[in-house]
């Protein structure tokens, strides 16, 4: 078993990791001759700045992590595509260890409990050797860009690579693409993250009144998350915003540290989501944190609502996430207009890109291993668009079977955005400000689910949340007993 | 006001940074002749490897973090020592900031919040400008080496550096040893700090219980800290360790995380501190995860406790820390000789280093903006001894008053190092090897407070625990009546 975090939590088989790396072994099989062989470099211990401690400990690389499910600091794997076989390499331990951290373990130990073909600590020259040994033509190496960021994953780096023949360009569109698709091993770890996600949140709802601070919601959340499920790691920072914060769409962060107290009347946006064995989920929940929705509040979740369920029903394999994001766009403009907010014709205001004046984020991305998981413009993706609000798009493609996406409409009533719309004579004329006004300040709604797409119907994997306003308000009317954390 | 997070949280004044920022100058004006200008770089944003996210957000570097106590990320911040004035630099943040992250602040909300002299956003040539404009001679950069790590934390960079006359020596050691000596305010935020992490560990003794795992304990703890203290960032990953993993000194890493099931008849040794505005504390809690002690953990831990007091009563102004680490084995090897584990004479087996097996770790460290404070070799410190146990002082000083100091006598039936030493006849001569088998498995036994330094008395800051057998044992027989978490 390669992990499991108090009996109650869900069990992960090495057999996860040994299947990604035989998907990945038939697909170089394709575009490799022969004698080819992959090195991956694991994630490097790091601190804060100069020190020799942090808050969390380590957490694996999500490329070295795919491929063989490891979550020791400093190791190395190797994959022969020709045998088909793997090899980790875990870092020869100081004796020292063994008083600070713990039990040195043996290289047995890692060969059962991550099912690799081999296992040697990694000397000085153990990798050069190995290669060696494999006789090795061609060294794949990842380097990876992130396509949101431009950040770069740098190649391996070991003792003798010189002496290769390495290849920096094949192993990344290759494995990234892998980890589009998900397996059902895969599927049944992201389905687990994403209960305790919806557990987390239900809690919050349960217990939330006016009075706290968003950041004692955030840490029941955290909190539920790891007792009862194991979550010791987050995929991303808690946003825990009510209120006007509510338009803020990475609120949470250090300039704004989710520190608003909760008053009567506000809306929640909390968007938070548990990682359980680095397969994370990134769910986000709205509603009012006094449990009954204002007059706006309801006209503004219920065309959120609706965005996000048509999404959710159009969404199938062949379908382009772009279409998709045009299409929450166009019940979110719809839904305004009805509300007499805006005013003109829906389809010219798509075309004008007022949408984005609401939602200026994409419709969604791709989950897994990050919250914004890799692949989102390789495949048959379009290029970038530079249009606001497709320009956030973090990922183009059509859909497929296995993809696990996070459909994530929103309404948002940013200032900022708002302010810059009502000063361009070419989108003022569709807004009517003083419909505007009432809702200037009421914040915003998202409603995102994590949802794998199937051919006879998409899979909602946080199906398990009051969604409905009835629902909510039901849900939320029943206060737990017992609230004493 | 600096920070807050909660109303019943401690407000930090932006004045102990300007008096941090005064003392910094007056020591310089002894040192550097004329128009010398510090610049200090503050920390970076920095994300899981290539992605654009973290579990947690941005946490300020401590050497910027203590001259200016701005939370925010990519700042820069100048002083001048001629006029002693103090200018900060936020980055000039992108317009889709206020979309994404939050309210795009003035100068002035910065001036108002952090009490700077001056205020201005870093554009390409702001720093160049100013310092031509305080027509600077010198330029005092920060290189700060980690004197337990080794890792170097690198002098700020910037446009137009090599205009100037350069020093990266002059800065470290009077900031450092700045650092060492807490104000009057900076011991109120510390203080508070350590109150929070008693009151949380107070909590996890109230509900602990055999059958739960580490890591739930863990999450009680964090939650606890949060929820109520308003401390969303830890100095150091939480120590959770029971049974036998108390031995292991930094246990609940990723190789060892908090994982282990609570057995009745466990030891529970929890070493966790919350932080609160960057200041931590390291409060170390040992006990009975059945809240009744075994007669053989009540000898460790009586030995462990003897150690801790006579090392707060003997710690005064003057003495030097190493003695301390001598006194505290002694008092551990005499305990453990009336055990029956140990046979010969204490100070021969002083000499030989009997006492590292038992406690390999160094006595304690500074305590400040890191768990591991700065400048534990600075001063009259000696050089760093090679001798087991007395290897690992992160510090060698006497003591000064407003020193704050983590005391952390421990005790462990480590295997590996019980093993090494019966291994050698020159130690194994002086064990009771039928006795010590008694022994091995029990874990180990810490002991750790927060102090601080006075002429007249040391002050405890963590004086509010349970910390006598039979005040840990009526502690923990009270339980919580609602232990719902
Ligand atoms: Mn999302
Ligand atoms: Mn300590």
Redesign the interface.
């Given at each position: 078993m390669s992990f499991q975090?108090?009996?109650n939590t869900l069990k992960v088989t090495p057999k996860l990791f040994a299947e990604n790396r035989t998907r990945l072994i038939d697909e170089l099989r394709k575009k490799v001759s022969h004698s080819g062989v992959v090195v991956l470099e694991g994630?490097k211990e790091r601190?804060?700045?100069?020190?020799?401690?942090?808050?969390?400990?380590?957490?694996q690389?999500?490329y070295f992590f795919w491929a063989f499910g490891v979550?020791?600091?400093d190791c190395y794997g190797i994959i022969d595509i020709d045998s088909g076989k793997s090899i980790l390499l875990p870092p020869r331990l100081h004796?020292d260890f063994?008083?600070?951290?713990?039990?040195?373990e043996p290289e047995s130990w890692f060969l059962e409990k991550y099912e690799t073909d081999e296992v040697h600590f990694n000397d000085k020259d153990t990798i050069r050797d190995i290669l060696h040994r494999l006789n090795a033509q061609q060294i794949l190496l990842l380097r990876?860009?992130?396509t949101?960021?431009g950040?770069?994953?740098e190649p391996a780096e070991f003792e003798g690579k010189d002496e290769f023949n390495i290849d920096i360009t094949t192993l990344y569109p290759i494995l990234a693409e892998l980890r589009v698709i998900k397996t059902d091993l895969e599927l049944e770890v992201l389905r687990y993250a994403v209960q305790i996600a919806c557990d987390a949140h239900r809690t919050v709802m349960r217990n939330i009144q006016p009075g706290y601070?968003e950041?004692?919601m955030?840490?029941?959340f955290?909190?539920t998350s790891?007792?009862h499920g194991?979550c010791?790691?987050?995929?991303?920072?808690c946003i825990g915003a009510s209120g006007c914060n509510a338009a803020?769409?990475?609120?949470?962060?250090?300039?704004?540290?989710n520190?608003k107290?909760l008053y009567d009347g506000d809306i929640c946006c909390f968007d938070m989501g548990p990682?359980y064995n680095c397969y994370t989920s990134d769910i986000t929940c709205s509603f009012p944190c006094n449990g009954k929705f204002s007059e706006k509040q309801k006209i503004i979740y219920n065309l959120v609502y609706e965005a996000n369920q048509t999404v959710f029903k159009a969404a199938k394999p062949g379908v382009r996430w772009t279409e998709m994001h045009i299409l929450a766009e166009r019940i979110i403009l719809k839904g305004l207009k009805d509300a007499g907010i805006l005013t003109g014709d829906v389809e010219e205001m798509l075309e004008k890109r007022v949408g984005a004046v609401f939602m200026?984020h994409g419709l969604g991305h791709f989950v897994g291993l990050?919250?914004?998981d890799v692949g989102g413009y390789l495949g048959d993706a379009l290029p970038r668009s530079s249009l606001p609000g497709l320009k956030y798009l973090r990922t183009t493609r059509t859909l497929k079977e296995r993809m696990v996406v996070a459909i994530e409409p929103g309404c948002y009533f940013?200032d900022?955005?708002l302010d810059k719309a009502l000063a361009d004579p070419e989108l003022s004329k569709y807004f009517n400000n003083e419909a505007l006004k009432e809702y200037r300040g009421i914040g915003g709604v998202r409603v995102e689910d994590n949802v794998v797409i199937w051919e006879n119907g998409n899979e909602n994997m946080s199906a398990d949340l009051p969604r409905t306003i009835e629902e909510i308000e039901a849900f939320m009317g029943k206060k737990?007993d017992?609230?004493?954390?």
């Open positions: 975090l108090g009996e994630g601190f804060r700045y100069n020190t020799d401690f942090d808050d969390l400990p380590f957490r690389e999500s979550h020791e600091s004796p063994a008083i600070w951290s713990g039990k040195i990876a860009e992130n949101d960021s950040s770069i994953l601070y950041y004692q955030e840490s029941l955290r909190h790891y007792f194991g010791r790691y987050f995929g991303y920072t803020i769409l990475h609120y949470g962060n250090q300039n704004s540290p520190s107290k990682e200026p990050e919250i914004h940013n900022t955005l737990d017992n609230n004493n954390f």
